[in-house]
């Protein structure tokens, strides 16, 4: 009995609306690639949130009949997502894919992803870039970036007890129920948000899984420089460090109180 009700609650869920959230900066150059890759047979909307990008990135979205929405100035990678996951459940999202639309991730997986959450295998599902430390290199990953990956990855699934490829991927799906209830409006703004989420999955129970998706670096993809990287390493510590005081109860953060 025990088992059947089991497998009730984590059984297939009926064919869900699949929102793909696309937070922008500056990818004028990427943006179709990106997009055309994206399957629409599975894909109900693809929504793209510009965080006062100074090329052409809104006028090519809109071109390609892309639901834009316009941050008036910047306000960060994080907030960009913000307004993404509030944007694809305001219109009434099932489950909600985040692909950068810098063509570093391979967004034909989309289908995979979200059949993972369908079936209720997963509540999250992160595409992982490091499959095999071959493939990534040879995809064009410089060396500091493969072995700060490496080593925060490992850092963080020791401490939250998971066993992810790539916790700092920039192609994740959720479901709604995840978005509903981790308070990822109390996050940063910058770009430690993904950490953060991470955590928060964690903290509240979700199950997360990872698919693998080919490495690509390219003169044209975003990235953030070893300044910025340093900084984003420090905060993901950070964050880890607030996750034992919580789960220890030496401290309470907002990151981790459930949303009303």
Known sequence: MAGENEQQKHGPRPLPKVVVVLPAYNAEQTLERTFRDI????????ILVDDASRDRTVEIARALGIT???HEENRGYGANQKTCYREALARGAD????????????ARVIPAMASFLRLGICDAV???????????REGGMPLWKYVANRLL???E???LGQNLGDAHTGLRAY????LETIPYQANSDDFVFDSQVISQLVHFGFRIGDVPVPTRYFREASSINFRRSLRYGLGTLGVLGRFLLQRLGLSRFAMFARRE
């Open 95 to 106: 489950i909600v894919v985040m692909v950068h639309p810098d063509y570093q991730y391979d």
């Open 175 to 178: 479901t709604r129920e995840v």
């Open 68 to 70: 834009t929405i316009c």
């Open 157 to 159: 699934n020791v401490v």
């Open 39 to 46: 399957p629409r047979e599975v894909v109900a909307e693809v």
């Open 153 to 155: 990855t490992i850092t």
């Open 126 to 136: 992160f595409g992982s870039r490091v499959r095999t430390r071959r493939e990534t």
